[in-house]
């Protein structure tokens, strides 16, 4: 069960660096990540919003590696560096087309084998800064 629950987490990756297609088979109908924007639908429609409508204009080129994973119980905790060209306005700041590598942890907890929940901590300031430099 903890290797399967790691597995979809991987998937998840794959499907937001993706082209979303198979986002309904990995996050619940109620799915929320609490990172995101509050006024985002829940479930696969916010999850796809999030990543090609509003991140798709500012940042390009994601990619997600995965450093480690520990899971326990329906909670999986995933190390990973995202790292993606900033291409678009954010938060005031005009893009540079600077590569930003961005260290990050993600908490999922899992629900009827489907991601129901996702927390994020990752270092704002330093992303911003690498934007700025």
């Not at 990973?80 to 291409?87: A, D, K, N, P």
């Not at 009827?112 to 690498?130: G, P, R, S, V």
Request: with cysteine.
């Amino acid at each position: 069960m903890l290797e399967e629950n790691k597995t979809l987490v991987r998937r998840y990756y794959t499907e937001v660096t993706g082209d979303l297609s198979g986002i309904g088979q990995v996050v619940s109908d109620t799915f929320v990540d609490h990172h995101m924007p509050p006024d985002l639908p829940p479930g696969p429609a916010g999850v796809h919003r999030f990543f090609k409508d509003i991140l798709g204009g500012i940042f390009s080129g994601m990619r997600i590696d995965i450093e480690f994973m520990i899971a326990e119980g329906d909670k999986v905790d995933c190390h990973f560096v995202v790292t993606f060209q900033h291409i678009g306005e954010f938060a005031g700041i005009m893009p540079r087309g600077n590569t930003v590598r961005l260290p990050a942890i993600s908490t999922f907890r899992i629900d009827n084998a489907k991601l129901a929940e996702a927390w994020e901590i990752y270092d704002k300031d330093d992303m911003l800064q690498q934007m700025r430099a």
